[in-house]
């Protein structure tokens, strides 16, 4: 069964840093690309980054770009979002998403870890 | 940057077709996918590359996308249909995936 399960996520001070996990299983994790997706309190899906299934090319949202790194490591099956500089409009919660395909194409979902950035 | 626009919300008769568009320059050039998201849980995938349905989704689900309109369309809508919807995609220009603002579908 393909599954992923985001974890790490929790409150923190404006300012701080958080590393979010993401734990793959039921699929060869190395052969797929995957996403970082969040959604703000009562507000709609945006998506923050991309990492290919290799690690060899990564891209961001305009709105994390220089504080939120993407990483994997394919040996554990695992992808990660390290986040710095945290801000209050960063509370949200993350989903991890499988790329299939089109980069745009995300096929499997995790059921997401809540950030919140509040002194 | 690329952008996507939906409208806030539709609202369909139980039974009827309900049609969700999604905006954007030149959108037919491009691939267009379709989440379905209730409240509380994490978006699911109901058409991928314009009008393909992923295995579990009904035939009711259905996609189309041509010049500035990518379209989703619900037949017999059904009261577990109520979600919101968002289309998205990828903008090879800037190497971001965009999504549009989500649609709330209410089912009478």
């Known amino acids: 069964q393909v599954q992923l399960v985001e974890s790490g996520g929790g409150v923190v001070q404006p300012g701080r840093s958080l590393r979010l996990s993401c734990a793959a299983s039921g699929f060869s994790f190395s052969s797929y690309g995957m996403h970082w997706v969040r959604q703000a309190p009562g507000k709609g899906l945006e998506w923050v980054a991309v990492i290919w299934f290799d690690g060899s090319t990564k891209y961001y949202a305009d709105s994390v770009k220089g504080r939120f790194t993407i990483s994997r490591d394919n040996s554990k099956n695992t992808l990660y979002l390290q986040m710095i500089s945290l801000r209050a409009e960063d509370t949200a919660v993350y989903y991890c998403?499988?790329?299939?395909?089109?980069?745009?194409?995300?096929?499997?979902w995790g059921k997401g870890t809540t950030v919140t950035v509040s002194s | 940057s690329y952008e996507l626009t939906q409208p806030l919300s539709v609202s369909v008769a139980l039974g009827q077709t309900a049609r969700i568009t999604c905006g954007g320059n030149n959108i037919g050039t491009k691939n267009v996918h379709w989440y379905q998201q209730t409240p509380g849980q994490a978006p699911v995938m109901v058409i991928y590359r314009d009008s393909n349905r992923p295995s579990g989704i009904p035939e009711r689900f259905s996609g189309s996308n041509s010049e500035n309109t990518a379209t989703l369309t619900i037949s017999r809508a059904q009261v577990g249909d109520e979600a919101d919807y968002y289309c998205q995609v990828w903008d090879s220009s800037s190497a971001h995936v965009v999504f549009g603002g989500g649609t709330k579908l209410t089912v009478l």
């Open positions: 998403a499988r790329l299939y395909n089109d980069p745009g194409h995300m096929d499997v």
